[in-house]
């Protein structure tokens, strides 16, 4: 019988949204926590922390543990854990006296499901016999923007009809969509790219330079994403006076907006242009973007920039992940659970290092965002070495 690869990679779209889900529903709810648990901001302020690290953490893991016959099992674990987490949300708060430990239990156990989700969908994707690659992998990856716009979108309507202190039955809803998805994984077929054995260690990698430069590469694409994403909100309310709601509709919704669009563009006509020509380009429009948005005198002119940056790293993240499993065929799971590690780690340190420039100039958001200027930049640079390095590799 003919295996149906399209069930695999719908399995994998919704696995996306998962991720989308886990990563943005408990920030929609900061200020709730606050008010009704008496959570302090500083508490507040850990769960990302915990989120991404935990992520991080899960991504380590599976580098050293996690086989390709293994796959099944654990992505259907993420699922669980997924649903568990949002679940768990939901009710664990109310368990302990201390409300916080509930809540940041209920983030670190679906922060483990979001990791394992980062970490295997692309190669189980790229292990399937589809044409295209590339652009599959571009499309596949636009689905996290969708999950981000209809979690957005879709909490905010029902805060809105219902009340925000309902949000724990909306968290249970939620939950239904990777519970879902466990039937689609148990019952879809998965390949594996490389025989278990015959893939290249972490040692091996490491000593390869072109891993190296594809750990900056996913490192600097990280940064550029959340760096603009995590602070065009703050941006928008700042600059032009907006309320939270709106400044979180017009900020993080259109960047996600432009970056799917930019991952679907790519998905539907990438045959027609080199990937790596295609991603400097992508790379020197979030330089301008980051610039605007750094120089821009006219604060609508520096939101566009925020909005216009989302186009220009939609394609980086997939991007790095198909030019590195292309060039480096061997990487197996260690290679795609290393790459999601970096991409994690740039996704903690770009904002970091944007707000932290912000405060030495005096709170002056912009500044920190013209700050941001350097990850576009060295990731042009990366770039520019991988082209070298793999033509040097062609000719020998």
């Known amino acids: 019988m003919q295996k149906n690869y399209k069930k695999t990679l719908r399995a994998c779209y919704l696995g996306f949204i998962t991720q989308a889900i886990t990563s943005n529903f408990s920030t ?5 926590f ?13 769960i990302p922390a915990v989120f991404f690290l935990t992520q ?20 259907i674990a993420s699922q669980i854990a997924a649903a568990a987490g949002l679940m768990g949300l939901a009710v664990l708060p109310d368990c302990f006296s201390n409300p916080f430990a509930g809540i940041i239990i209920g983030v670190f156990i679906y922060a483990v499901g979001s990791g394992l989700i980062e970490v295997l969908c ?22 996290y923007c969708w999950g981000s716009i209809a979690v957005i979108v879709l909490s905010t309507l029902f805060f809105f009809v219902f009340g925000i202190e309902h949000w724990k039955i909306l968290a249970c809803l939620w939950a239904l969509i990777p519970l879902y998805n466990v039937v689609n994984f148990a019952s879809c077929p998965i390949e594996h790219l490389v025989e278990d054995g015959s893939g290249m260690t972490i040692a091996q990698l490491f000593k390869t330079p072109l891993f190296w430069v594809s750990v900056v590469l996913m490192v600097c694409s990280g940064a550029s994403e959340l760096a603009m994403a995590q602070w065009a909100s703050a941006f928008a309310e700042s600059a ?31 045959e027609r242009v080199d990937l790596t020509v295609y991603m400097l380009g992508s790379g020197a429009l979030c330089l301008v973007c980051y610039l605007l948005a750094g120089l821009a005198a006219l604060p ?5 920039g925020c909005i216009a ?21 061997l990487g197996g799971t260690a290679l795609f659970a290393l790459l999601a590690m970096s991409g994690d780690l740039g996704g903690a340190i770009g904002p970091s290092l944007v707000g932290l420039a912000s405060q ?16 576009p930049a060295v990731l042009i640079a990366a770039l520019l070495i991988m082209r070298r390095i793999s033509k040097k590799s062609s000719e020998i």
Not at 28 to 32: C, E, M, T
Not at 122 to 143: G, N
């Open 28 to 32: 929609l709810l900061f200020l709730r």
């Open 34 to 46: 606050h008010t009704s648990y008496g959570i302090s901001l500083g508490q507040i302020a850990l």
């Open 56 to 75: 991080l953490l899960v991504d380590l893991i599976c580098a050293k543990f996690v086989t390709a016959a293994r796959y099944r099992k654990c992505i």
């Open 122 to 143: 692309s190669p189980i994707v790229e292990a399937c016999p589809f044409d295209r690659k590339e652009q599959v992998m571009s499309l596949l990856h636009s689905f």
């Open 240 to 270: 032009l006076g907006l309320s939270k709601t709106l400044g979180d509709l017009i900020g993080p919704c259109l960047f996600a907006v432009m970056m799917g669009v930019s991952r679907v563009i790519y998905g539907k006509y990438g």
């Open 300 to 304: 609508l002119l520096g939101l566009l």
């Open 309 to 329: 940056c989302g186009f220009a790293v939609g394609i980086m993240w997939p991007g790095t992940i198909s030019i590195s499993s292309r060039r480096l065929p």
């Open 360 to 375: 030495k100039a005096g709170d002056n958001l912009q500044t920190g965002l013209l700050f941001g200027c350097v990850f």
